[in-house]
């Protein structure tokens, strides 16, 4: 009965991976280090992949879609757990910083098996209600925006004059959303090689 259990566990977080980047992943029973190449990303060969940092040729920065080796891919925490979490993961790696449409394109591909996914992102305006930035009181402006069109009123939309912060929605082709800070999400983090 056991065994069962885990095998089944085994199946579901083995397709649940697969599902998520349509390419070879590291799974806990293989330490291959093999590279992967196949499906629309994860070619960015400067980018950890062996510890789940994907890019590919089009950008020059890698992201770490929030999928552990390990099948450990249910972490959510707040906005600010979420840069805490980005920033201790590795050296130079921070909240992702989503800049251009090739960065959004990627992350919407790569993610695309996942759609109920939110994901935190670095955009808030904590300081200045309605300016974005990254970084909190840092004034470097989001620039490249990506927000839904698709809800009425579009985001952002400052609901209840509550929303601060960022997420990627997986549930809307991953358009941005301005959300509460303290919502429980999964964060998208980034490190330039
Ligand atoms: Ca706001
Ligand atoms: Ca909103």
């Not at 698709?150 to 601060?164: L, V």
Request: contains cysteine.
């Amino acid at each position: 009965m056991a065994f069962c259990i885990h095998f089944s566990v085994l199946v579901l977080v083995t397709g649940f991976v697969v599902g998520i980047a349509g390419q070879n992943t590291t799974s806990s029973s293989s330490s291959s280090s093999s590279t992967t190449t196949s499906g629309g990303g994860g070619t960015n060969s400067l980018c950890d992949s062996a510890n789940g940092w994907y890019g590919d040729d089009d950008i020059a920065t890698c992201f770490y879609l929030g999928e552990e080796a390990d099948g450990a891919d249910d972490e959510v925490m707040d906005w600010f757990g979420a840069l805490d979490y980005c920033g201790a993961l590795r050296e130079g790696a921070f909240l992702a910083e989503i800049r251009t449409q090739a960065e959004n394109d990627f992350i919407r591909v790569e993610l695309g098996g996942l759609p109920d996914e939110h994901l935190w992102i670095a955009a808030n305006d904590l300081t200045d209600e309605g300016v974005w930035e990254f970084g909190i009181g840092s004034g470097d402006a989001v620039v490249y925006e990506n927000w839904s069109p698709n809800t009425d009123p579009p985001q952002p939309d400052n609901r209840a004059g509550n929303e601060d912060c960022a997420v990627m929605n997986g549930d809307d082709s991953f358009y941005w959303y301005d959300v509460n800070c303290t919502n429980l999400y999964k964060p998208l983090c980034e490190y330039v090689p």
